[in-house]
């Protein structure tokens, strides 16, 4: 049987406690760059979760440097970093991780691309780069892009640029909504324009939860909203949970059919309380000791 990686005061030799980006592949986690407090850092670090050890990985070459509030997705060869940044400046610079020979590549992406951001999401669908939302560090974002990164588009991109997509979502209409053309007609009903929610892709569907706009404290939200995006069609619908529970830099992980959302901000306080998402908000009992509260998190569930 399988040792189950879980908190187990000091079984594991860490580094420094950070917020950061992490990438599963197999039984290796990885993490790269974050904030520890002190400073962002660049350092990549794997946790074997079977042998419950760290390693700092040593990579070769010139790297994306510091990195907080960034994305890191992909697959056991690359691993793809988009945005973040460092002090008050954003990127809009897409580099991938060689697993295999542990260096850094910098992709040329074509003049059109996403503006510069962090606190977005990131995930990789039918081959597919995808960037949703975030903060530009004067607005908040609701774009969502594409690039191709199947193998056939990294090998060509030696010679020619990987090309952003924009894509243009459809959203619910009221059930009230007048005759379209009339004057007053309402808009379609749409995430609004925010960052750091959770998105959690479901097959073809995106559940995107929670967020808000601007820093904890200075600007809208958070927010107790959920919407589902259709990936084949692009098509918004929103669902309500009843109760809503704003929240925002909270983790949600699919477990089977049960979504679980733990920690954030809910606007006054970081929150350490566990909740469950069916077709509503549920509080399941959990049993020993409750974790710190906190917001910035991320949490997965390895396949054993």
Not at 111 to 130: G, K, Q
Request: hydrophobic letters at 30%; a negative charge.
């Amino acid at each position: 049987m399988k040792p189950v990686l879980g908190y187990h005061e000091g079984c594991l030799k860490s580094h420094s406690n950070r917020s950061y980006h992490f990438n599963l592949s197999d039984t290796a986690i990885s993490f790269f760059g974050g904030y520890d407090s002190k400073e962002t850092v660049e350092d990549v670090w794997v946790l074997d979760t079977e042998m419950r050890e760290w390693e700092r990985v040593e990579m070769r070459g010139e790297g994306p440097g510091p990195l907080r509030a960034h994305t890191a997705v992909g697959d056991e060869r690359y691993i793809f970093v988009f945005g973040g940044g460092s002090g008050d400046e954003s990127s809009d610079e897409l580099w991938a991780r060689d697993t295999f020979e542990q260096t850094w590549h910098l992709f040329p992406c074509s003049t059109t691309s996403p503006v510069p951001r962090r606190a977005h999401n990131s995930f990789i669908y039918d081959e597919h780069l995808y960037v949703y939302g975030g903060g530009s560090g004067h607005d908040a974002l609701s774009d969502l892009w594409r690039i191709d990164v199947s193998w056939a588009a990294l090998a060509r991109s030696k010679d020619e640029p990987l090309v952003w997509e924009e894509l243009q979502t459809s959203g619910s209409a009221p059930s009230d909504m007048p005759v379209p053309g009339e004057e007053g007609s309402p808009e379609e009903s749409k995430p609004r324009a925010k960052g750091c929610t959770s998105a959690t892709l479901v097959g073809n569907v995106l559940v995107v939860l929670g967020g808000q706009s601007g820093r904890d404290g200075d600007g809208e939200g958070p927010w107790g909203d959920c919407w589902v995006l259709n990936l084949d069609d692009l098509h918004w619908e929103e669902k309500h949970l009843n109760p809503p529970i704003p929240l925002a830099s909270h983790t949600a992980t699919l477990v089977g059919t049960y979504l679980f959302i733990f920690g954030g901000n809910d606007g006054s306080r970081y929150c350490n309380e566990l909740n469950m998402i069916t077709k509503q908000w549920e509080t399941p009992k959990i049993r020993g000791h409750r974790r710190r509260r906190r917001g910035g998190i991320r949490y997965l569930i390895p396949a054993w």
